[in-house]
Nanobody, 124 residues
């Protein structure tokens, strides 16, 4: 059974840090590009970051550039999102997703597999 399971969310003060993890199972992880998305209450799900199959290419939404870092460990079938200098506007449910293409993409429709999400709340 194919599964993506996020962890690492929580409540943090503005300026703090969190590291999200997404563990994949039931798929050949290195054959997939991976992405992180987020959805705040009342808003559409938006792209946050993406990484190619080998980590050689990464993309970020402008609002997180310089603060967030996406990485992956293919030996552990896990993708990470290191989030520093968090702001209240980063509050959302964060989802990881798998794209059955080795190339990183910001296009949400390219992602075929999704995790259940993990809540990140940043207090001011």
């Amino acid at each position: 059974q194919v599964q993506l399971v996020e962890s690492g969310g929580g409540l943090v003060q503005a300026g703090g840090s969190l590291r999200l993890s997404c563990a994949a199972s039931g798929l050949t992880f290195s054959s997939y590009a991976m992405g992180w998305f987020r959805q705040a209450p009342g808003k559409e799900r938006e792209f946050v970051a993406a990484i190619s199959w080998n980590g050689g290419t990464t993309y970020y939404v402008d609002s997180v550039k310089g603060r967030f870092t996406i990485s992956r460990d293919n030996a552990k079938n896990t993708v990470y999102l290191q989030m520093n200098s968090l702001k209240p506007e980063d509050t959302a449910v964060y989802y990881c997703a798998a794209n059955p293409d080795v190339r990183a993409t910001m296009v949400i429709s390219r992602y075929a597999l999704w995790g259940q999400g993990t809540q990140v709340t940043v207090s001011s």
